[in-house]
């Protein structure tokens, strides 16, 4: 049977007339079963925490597998984070929640829990149809799937990341085959989907009125184009080829849908790019790779001084999010993947490039999730990395290895530090499933 935790919420008003709130959550290994059944667990630990209070734990027995516990919020209406925690002398699990409000929701969390430094294939939910190579983009606690099939009616399907839940969206879309699909968040409502058999589009999760706007990109903006989010800003579309030539254009799209044209300092099919602060550094490509930052505000990109990587198509570049950046993967002029890679610092004001660690197992197809520094699956590959800034030294660690292969796989990583892996290709077929992986510790609350 499911294990169950029922939290209770009493909420006051001025006139100290009280309401009840229930909220469910079951606690469920990867085939939607007791997590504890089987086990020697014997206690289960529950922290949370909503909105700025200070975090809560708390603590009960388990007794042959079951449990008891009813919490008490102290207010509903929050911004909530839930940890959960099963241990025993030789068992140990945990998993979290993606931060959420519970009146919002329908009332009930799916907590999939799996051992530290380890995934859990998930057997009791499936993507609507078998993808590789398509956009996965979280908005809020939903996440967007698009592409990466054949000729279907699910094109397009969302992922309920509390109730662990997958299913085409209710509207007519009226979606053709898109095929090969990237995606990136314009903002937390509106995502663009930039794939390689339709026009690009706008997709807004939160207004059914506006799910699908038309967006005009630039010519040539598609597959061999680097995408990237821009908080505040919008989303880029840089470079990429038409007509056998690489382009130099770049497409800002703003929320509402609103596209500003740019320009690089040269053009560029297969760069890379990603953001840092609101400015954006560009690398690499089908030209001699080297770099150059798109400054906020600017119409064109600077070049930055003494980059000279040769060629490096289709790249990995992960970010800090503010000053570092290392270049990784790509293939070179003749095809071969390249393990040598590029690190920047001090970016953008006074950038910096330099030689990175070798990538001793590189691959192509692999999943960098938003707002990450993971490098997941690839090409045969089942392993997980992540890339890790030392003071000034910067390198590549191994994660952990997922149960299955996975190229082209799509992801998003919580709040907490575990992450969803979804679909991919695993050398022998296109798969339709997900697996649930926590690192060797999540983020305390």
Do not use: K
């Not at 799916?110 to 078998?130: G, H, I, Y």
């Not at 990603?274 to 064109?300: N, Y």
């Amino acid at each position: 049977m499911l294990l169950l935790g029922f939290l209770s919420v009493a909420a006051f008003s001025c006139q100290e007339s009280v309401a009840r709130f229930v909220f469910e959550a079951r606690i469920v290994d990867g085939g939607n079963g007791n997590p504890a059944a089987e086990t020697d667990a014997t206690t289960l630990r529950i922290g949370i925490q909503e909105g700025e209070l200070p975090a809560q734990e708390y603590e009960f027995p388990i007794t042959d597998g079951d449990f008891d516990a009813l919490l008490e919020f102290a207010a509903f209406t929050r911004p909530t984070r839930i940890r959960v925690e099963i241990a025993g002398a030789t068992t140990e699990l945990s998993s979290a929640s993606p931060i959420f409000v519970p009146t919002a929701s329908a009332g009930l969390l799916r907590l999939v829990t799996a051992a530290p430094s380890s995934c859990e294939r998930v057997t009791f939910d499936f993507l609507e149809a078998p993808r590789a190579l398509f956009g996965m983009v979280r908005s809020g606690t939903f996440a967007l799937i698009a592409g990466g099939t054949g000729q279907s009616d699910a094109q397009i399907e969302f992922f309920d990341l509390l109730e662990w839940e997958s299913r085409l969206f209710s509207d007519d879309l009226s979606v053709s085959d898109l095929g090969e699909t990237r995606a990136v968040s314009v903002d937390e409502a509106e995502i663009l989907v930039v794939s390689a058999n339709a026009a690009p589009f706008v997709f807004n999760m939160l207004d059914p009125t506006r799910r699908i706007v038309p967006v005009v990109l630039h010519s040539g903006a598609g597959p061999s184009s680097a995408l990237v989010s821009v908080r505040g800003v919008g989303a880029m579309v840089i470079g990429g080829e038409s007509g056998g030539e690489a382009r130099s254009e770049v497409s800002l799209v703003a929320p509402g849908a609103v596209v500003t044209s740019l320009q690089l300092s040269r053009p560029r099919a297969g760069p890379a790019a990603t953001a840092l602060g609101t400015d954006v550094l560009v690398v690499g490509g089908d030209a001699e790779g080297d770099a150059e930052l798109l400054f906020d505000g600017a119409a064109t990109g600077q070049p930055v001084e003494g980059v000279m990587d040769g060629v490096r198509e289709d790249g990995l570049l992960v970010s800090d999010g503010e000053s570092r950046a290392i270049l990784v993967g790509g293939t070179d002029a003749a095809g071969a993947v390249r393990q040598d890679s590029l690190r920047f610092d001090g970016c953008p004001s006074a950038c910096v490039a330099g030689v990175g660690p070798a990538w001793t197992a590189a691959r192509l197809d692999v999943l960098q999730p938003a707002d990450s520094a993971l490098l997941v699956g690839g090409e045969s590959s089942s392993m997980v990395e992540e890339v890790v800034w030392n003071d000034a030294n910067v390198e590549i660690q191994p994660v952990l290895e997922m149960q299955v292969p996975r190229a082209g796989a799509g992801g998003l990583v919580l709040e907490s530090g575990a992450f969803i892996v979804a679909g991919g290709d695993d050398g022998v077929s296109i798969r339709d499933d997900f697996e649930f992986c926590v690192p060797s510790a999540l983020e305390p609350l």
